[in-house]
């Protein structure tokens, strides 16, 4: 039960981490195409 609860805790920080890469690499994606909208026009 200990043993589980602990991988459910890492497994968690994982998705966590992951989740806010995922997120800067968003933001990363979307300030590039705001970027580009601005030397298009």
Known sequence: ????HVETLISEQDVRSRISELGQEITCFYQHKILIRHWLL
């Open 1 to 4: 039960m200990k043993k589980h």
